[in-house]
């Protein structure tokens, strides 16, 4: 295993799997990683669905146009703010950013590669509809997991210089 920090360091997203299926003891392994990520007064605003049938999968494909990231994948966990629990709009928001990162480093610890595909939110009532999820469930992102058909991806950031600030907005972090 390696460290937290090089694991955020490392993750990447996966945009294509093979067909190796992801063990279920893994699937609960990245709710639980979700499940303990930090919310406003504890509330916990999330509902995640578990897709997993080739049949679900073709439908949810149908939502975006991704759909050949979501029919390569073995899961596809729609992520859900329940706006039944809800207490304040930008708190859940964050929350649920925070379940959906957790979700990703706990797929890259577990050697999966994974996708937060956010362009199906252009289908939200689709997806509910598919997932006949209740009124009160709002799509927040579905994530596409699978093995990696791929072994190393890069990426550029930029640089600390160009975000970070010391005390003052324009004093560049050095």
Same mark, same amino acid.
């Given at each position: 295993?390696?460290?937290?920090?090089?694991?955020?360091? @490392?993750?990447?997203?996966?945009?294509?799997?093979?067909?190796?299926?992801?063990?279920? @003891?893994?699937?609960?392994?990245?709710?639980?990683?979700?499940?303990?990520?930090?919310?406003?007064?504890?509330?916990?605003? #999330?509902?995640?669905?578990?897709?997993?049938?080739?049949?679900?999968?073709?439908?949810?494909?149908?939502?975006?146009?991704?759909?050949?990231?979501?029919?390569?994948?073995?899961?596809?966990?729609?992520?859900?703010?329940?706006?039944?629990?809800?207490?304040?709009?930008?708190?859940?928001?964050?929350?649920?950013?925070?379940?959906?990162?957790?979700?990703?480093?706990?797929?890259?610890? %577990?050697? %999966?590669?994974?996708? #937060?595909?956010? +362009?199906?939110?252009?289908?939200?009532? *689709?997806?509910?509809?598919?997932?006949?999820?209740?009124?009160? %469930?709002?799509?927040?992102?579905?994530?596409?997991?699978?093995?990696?058909?791929?072994?190393?991806?890069? @990426?550029?950031?930029?640089?600390?210089? +160009?975000?970070?600030?010391?005390? %003052?907005?324009?004093? *560049? #972090?050095?």
């Amino acid at each position: 295993m390696q460290g937290t920090i090089e694991t955020i360091l @490392s993750r990447r997203s996966i945009r294509s799997y093979t067909s190796e299926p992801v063990a279920r @003891s893994d699937i609960t392994m990245i709710l639980e990683a979700a499940r303990w990520a930090p919310s406003g007064l504890n509330n916990q605003p #999330w509902k995640f669905i578990v897709v997993q049938k080739g049949d679900t999968i073709s439908k949810l494909a149908s939502c975006t146009r991704y759909s050949a990231i979501v029919k390569g994948a073995s899961v596809i966990i729609a992520v859900f703010l329940d706006t039944s629990t809800m207490y304040d709009p930008t708190k859940d928001a964050q929350a649920i950013g925070a379940a959906i990162q957790n979700m990703l480093l706990a797929c890259c610890e %577990l050697g %999966l590669g994974a996708v #937060w595909l956010g +362009e199906i939110l252009n289908n939200k009532e *689709q997806v509910n509809l598919i997932l006949e999820a209740p009124e009160s %469930l709002e799509l927040m992102a579905a994530l596409a997991i699978g093995y990696p058909d791929r072994n190393k991806t890069t @990426s550029s950031r930029k640089e600390l210089k +160009e975000i970070a600030f010391e005390e %003052l907005y324009g004093d *560049q #972090w050095r």
